[in-house]
């Protein structure tokens, strides 16, 4: 499956950004997918993830309550809408998905490339 993720931007402390990934591919829904971000200089840490119905998710605690994932199966797409967005949520975003995977330690499988979310304070 290849992803491609958009929706990136300059924001302000407070906004609110969606970001979205489309999944090319007629296997979309039996894929669990999540996001990841990554600041240069660190480790590409994860944000949220949802199950292939959408029925599930889970999300880091620095996230939970100001994101949300979510999933469209008839557009392929999967969807983090990030509200108070703060400086610290500034990193570039990584849309994945992962054939078999619980979504607590989620391992994906493919990765899509990166957009880049930046909070000014």
């Known amino acids: 499956v290849q992803l491609q993720a958009s929706g990136g931007g300059l924001v302000q402390a407070g906004d609110s950004l969606r970001l979205s990934c489309a999944a090319s591919?007629?296997?979309?829904?039996?894929?669990?997918m999540g996001w990841f971000r990554q600041i240069p200089g660190k480790e590409r840490e994860f944000v949220a993830a949802?199950?292939?119905?959408?029925?599930?998710?889970y999300y880091a605690n620095s996230v939970k309550g100001r994101f949300t994932i979510s999933r469209d199966n008839a557009k392929n797409t999967v969807y983090l809408q990030m509200s108070s967005l703060k400086p610290e949520d500034t990193a570039v975003y990584y849309c994945?998905?992962?054939?078999?995977?619980?979504?607590?330690?989620?391992?994906?499988?493919?990765w899509g490339q990166g957009t880049l979310v930046t909070v000014s304070s």
């Open positions: 994945a998905a992962a054939r078999n995977s619980g979504l607590v330690n989620f391992k994906p499988d493919y």
């Open positions: 949802i199950n292939w119905s959408g029925g599930s998710t």
């Open positions: 591919g007629r296997t979309f829904s039996s894929y669990a």
